[in-house]
């Protein structure tokens, strides 16, 4: 395979949060997998139409979902999504790919989600700051080690729709899932250290630009 | 790893490992502390003193709020002592809201923070805007769970607070003024210091950077970690005077990781399309379009009206500045 067969763009959704992390964490990935690609900050909806995979970084969901001219960017997501586009969603991230939110203290939240993971979210399911925590994980996906979960102020998944699989459990919570080209992680991969939940999501996006011929 | 971890104190107090069921959990260690900072980047901060100012805060799209007894505004005007807020408002701000809630304490005030730990706050303020409690020492902050933001003016303040374990840094500014210029001297400085650094750094000249070390009064490890980094060790806001979207735009052009506005939106006439503009602009700074989409917001004639930094009786960023 040539070098310009496997190029790969990476998008990082640029509103909020810790994007800059996992601008770092997929370039990790791509050096350690060593494949040319490039990372790039997508915020307008053209942006969107132009990469190969997309993350949807941790921070603040409403924060994420509010502003007019950020919403008008979510759409072209959900298009480009139900299309193939492979994506992951890392805590805020996974809320906004999300069919339905809940908070634990509040209640139903009005947000606007994009809406294509079938799971319903409990946002802040444990706790607040003082509660975050980090943990082992077992992820059959990604090979026996266990990948070190660091959980900021989480959300968790309270249901699954039937073509979701749960790819982490942590005690009786789901943490982690993944619907086709779909990926939703309650913790944050890209703080780990541990690239290999970007290094899938860099596989997944060189397949699917494969697919589409370009 | 892309959050630095440099200047954690072994064994802190803070940290505690626990068993749930059947997985081994480690709270308040400092990835979690500084992650929880990063996790609020690119975002504003807003100031409140009620619930209803958080609610708006909130379906503005602030990533945090800041509770407060009386804006920074209404403290310079009181005079007096300026104290933690009421416990009984920052519960009932926590039963409204999804984002995170923050609080200040008094600079060196160990108990307001550990009250403030205990009432389950987010995230710590330790912060001049308030009467200090200790003109000696601030707060060793390795001895909380919770992560503390401390105010710099100067790279030196902002390392020593970072080895006392706080996690964010913001610029001091001269809160409740509405002038932003303080704001915009402090981070200057921050930066250039941090360049005469990153020289020395990538020259190899030890023996220069260990003797700006001890001008900075900080050990050499996070100097060489921040000369490495070309950067503060953990984000750094904007606070102090930011009262338009311009301003917020402003600051983040110069490298600020996100944004704080105190009296600015609530002592304007024009909050809730104030508190959206300051978002709006704090998004897209670099996109001077949308910048001016967002000034478009709000009318000039209803920001607080503000005043000179030059002559004020007091001076909230000279407080702490010894320690």
């Not at chain 1, 990082?12 to 997998?33: C, H, P, S």
């Not at chain 1, 249901?159 to 979701?164: F, I, L, P, R, S």
């Not at chain 2, 913001?170 to 915009?184: D, I, Q, S």
């Not at chain 2, 979207?245 to 809730?272: E, R, T, Y």
Request: proline share 3%; charged share 25%; aromatic share 4%.
């Amino acid at each position: 395979m040539s070098s310009k067969k496997k190029s790969v763009t990476i998008g990082v959704l640029g509103f909020q949060g810790d994007i800059e992390e996992n601008v770092a964490a997929t370039k990790q990935a791509l050096q350690e997998m060593q494949i040319e690609g490039n990372v790039e900050l997508v915020r307008y909806p053209e942006e969107v139409e132009k990469v190969d995979g997309l993350i949807l970084p941790g921070g603040e969901s409403t924060v994420q979902s509010t502003l007019a001219a950020i919403q008008r960017s979510l759409p072209v997501i959900k298009k480009r999504v139900s299309e193939g586009m492979p994506v992951m969603g890392t805590c805020a991230g996974m809320i906004l790919l999300s069919r339905r939110s809940f908070d634990r203290v509040i209640g139903d939240t009005k947000q606007k989600l994009i809406g294509n993971l079938d799971i319903v979210i409990e946002r802040n399911a444990f706790g607040r700051q003082g509660d975050s925590f980090e943990a082992d994980l077992a992820i059959g996906m990604l090979g026996k080690e266990a990948f070190k979960g660091v959980f900021i102020r989480a959300p968790a998944v309270s249901e699954v729709g039937k073509d979701v699989e749960v790819i982490a459990k942590l005690n009786n919570k789901v943490v982690a899932v993944r619907q086709k080209n779909i990926i939703g992680t309650a913790f944050h991969p890209e703080l780990s250290g541990d690239s290999r939940m970007h290094r899938h999501l860099v596989k997944m996006a060189i397949d699917f630009k494969h697919k589409n011929g370009s | 790893m892309t959050i630095s971890l440099v200047a954690t104190e072994p064994k802190s107090k803070g940290v505690k490992v626990e068993i749930v069921e059947n997985a081994r959990t480690v709270r308040g260690t400092t990835l979690l502390k500084r992650g929880f900072a990063h996790m609020c980047k690119h975002g504003v901060v807003m100031d409140v003193t009620n619930v209803e100012q958080a609610v708006i805060a909130e379906e503005a799209g602030a990533v945090a709020v800041m509770v407060l007894d009386k804006l920074p505004y209404d403290v310079r005007k009181a005079g007096g002592v300026a104290r933690t807020a009421s416990i009984k408002v920052i519960q009932e701000i926590m039963d409204a809201v999804t984002i995170p809630i923050m609080a200040k304490c008094r600079i060196g005030h160990t108990d307001e923070a550990k009250v403030l730990e205990v009432t389950g706050v987010d995230m710590i303020d330790e912060s001049e805007v308030l009467t200090p409690a200790d003109e000696e020492r601030h707060i060793w902050k390795w001895d909380f769970t919770t992560p503390f933001i401390n105010g710099g003016r100067n790279l030196g303040e902002a390392l020593r607070r970072i080895e006392e374990g706080c996690a964010m840094i913001r610029t001091k500014g001269e809160p409740g003024t509405g002038n932003v210029a303080e704001a915009v001297t402090h981070i200057r400085m921050v930066n250039n210091e941090i360049r005469k650094l990153r020289s020395l750094y990538q020259d190899s000249d030890r023996q220069e950077l260990m003797k700006a070390t001890r001008e900075l009064k900080v050990s050499y490890a996070i100097a060489e970690e921040t000369a490495r980094l070309g950067r503060l060790p953990v984000v750094n806001f904007a606070a102090g005077g930011i009262t338009t979207p311009a301003d917020a735009a402003l600051l983040m052009n110069l490298g600020c990781d996100g944004v704080f506005v105190g009296s600015g939106i609530f002592k304007s006439d024009d909050p809730a399309q104030r508190a959206r503009a300051v978002v709006l602009a704090t998004t897209f700074y670099d996109d001077a379009k949308i910048v001016m989409e967002a000034q478009k917001m709000v009318d000039e004639k209803k920001s607080l009206l503000g005043m000179d930094t030059k002559n004020l009786e007091l001076r909230m960023q000279e407080r702490g500045q010894h320690a």
